[in-house]
């Protein structure tokens, strides 16, 4: 079982910054996929962005040019960064960490971003 803490949300005005933040207990070699979704009130959950192993990233056209994701490898700990810029109010939900190892996923308990208008 992947401990997955996340942190970093908070309330912001639009336009303002937030970074999140979740820690893998786990080592890199054993994650293929790490990524953050994201679930607005009445909307289905959707993803923002993921990085590979390899450190291939991919984003929502949404958050295209204002989020950046980025990862940092400890000896027995992966955490993974969501550099978030240029916050809009549509960017208001319930953001969750996810990570893929072999044919099983893991999620974190979410993270809350409100940007006020």
């Known amino acids: 079982q992947v401990q997955l803490v996340e942190s970093g949300g908070g309330l912001v005005q639009a336009g303002g910054s937030l970074r999140l933040s979740c820690a893998a207990s786990e080592r890199i070699f054993s994650i293929n996929v790490m990524g953050w979704y994201r679930q607005a009130p009445g909307k289905q959950r959707e993803l923002v962005a993921v990085?590979?192993?390899?450190?291939?990233?991919?984003?929502a056209d949404s958050v295209k040019g204002r989020f950046t994701i980025s990862r940092d490898n400890n000896k027995n700990t992966v955490t993974v960064y969501l550099q978030m810029n240029s916050l809009k109010p549509e960017d208001t939900a319930l953001y969750y960490c996810?990570?893929?190892?072999?044919?099983?996923?893991?999620w974190g308990q979410g993270t809350q971003v409100t940007v006020s208008s």
């Open positions: 990085i590979t192993r390899g450190g291939y990233t991919n984003y």
């Open positions: 996810h990570v893929l190892m072999g044919p099983s996923d893991f």
